[in-house]
């Protein structure tokens, strides 16, 4: 497999980040929703209930009446409300924010742990029969995704906060400057333990369960080797993805986005400590927000991924 596997699945990552975008910048949107409510919540909360005129005079305050109750969070807007929403007050190229981020993540990301997925699967296979075990499959996706998340951890940190909006960054390398001389070059692992656990997760769900389905299906006759078979089981894997992986993105999302400000506590001191304040605050289900555009992202990402991959390989057989 050598260089090319690395080359394959790099320039198929590079075509399917790039198609899906959009969805990633809605899915990121969405699962920031509620999070400044959260932080309100744990604030300490200012006195309201002061006359103006006594307002900083702690002596003489008088009371004029009880506080006003806080005021409802707002209603969570699904895809398609996010979506006009950032058309409408950013404009149409606002859903491509951060899309120079999207493509040096996954060639950073996603060309290693393509690559090291296949050396792995050539490496671990039956050298008799040239089969390899689920098990060994899912074992090979952990270790892929690990260290691909590890190189691309800065690229991801900045197209989240590219996606979330609110910050003046022109492009990938602008952010990643920005955030090594504010907040050191530490920043640029920030959530990288999340990021890990999440692309072994992705990575071991999503290429392990490709292969799994797609011989199942050519085994079984079902459908030729072809588009259908490929479609069906890139998407069937892209489901198994969803699921498996949208915790772990919630809370690694508002990690990443978090912003440390000098003589400041940070939001959330870790990964655990965010998964408590965001169940406490907002329910359980707040860890599956933005799921549907994560499955509506994750199944045409991982179509577009492998219907390119193995139109790459026929292209590049001879190679």
Known sequence: ??????????????????????????????????????????????????????????????????SPPPPAPPARAGPISVGVRIVRTEG???????????????????????????????????????????????????????VGAAVGNPADVAMVRMQAGGRDYKNVVDAITKMARSEGIVSLWRGSSLTVNRAMIVTASQLASYDQIKEAILDRHLMKDGLGTHVTASFAAGFVASVASNPIDVIKTRVMNMKVEPGREPPYSGALDCALKT??????????????????????????????????????KDF
């Open 1 to 66: 497999m050598g260089v090319k596997g690395f080359v394959e699945g790099g320039l198929a990552s590079i075509v399917a980040g790039c198609s899906t975008h959009p969805l990633d910048l809605i899915k990121v949107r969405m699962q920031l929703q509620g999070e400044s409510n959260s932080a309100a919540a744990r604030a300490p909360q200012p006195v309201h209930n002061l006359r103006p005129a006594f307002a900083f005079n702690s002596h003489s305050a008088t009371l004029v009446g009880p």
């Open 92 to 146: 149409v190229a606002a859903l491509y924010s951060g899309v120079s981020a999207t493509v040096l993540r996954q060639t950073l990301y996603s060309t290693t742990r393509m690559g090291l997925y296949e050396a792995l699967k050539v490496q671990w296979a039956d050298p008799n029969t040239g089969n390899l075990p689920l098990t060994r499959k899912i074992l090979a996706g952990l270790v892929a995704g690990g």
């Open 279 to 316: 169940v406490r605050a907002e329910g359980p289900m707040a860890l599956y927000k933005g799921f549907i555009p994560t499955i509506s992202r994750q199944g045409p990402f991982t179509v577009v991924l492998f219907v390119t991959l193995e139109q790459l390989r026929k292209v590049l």
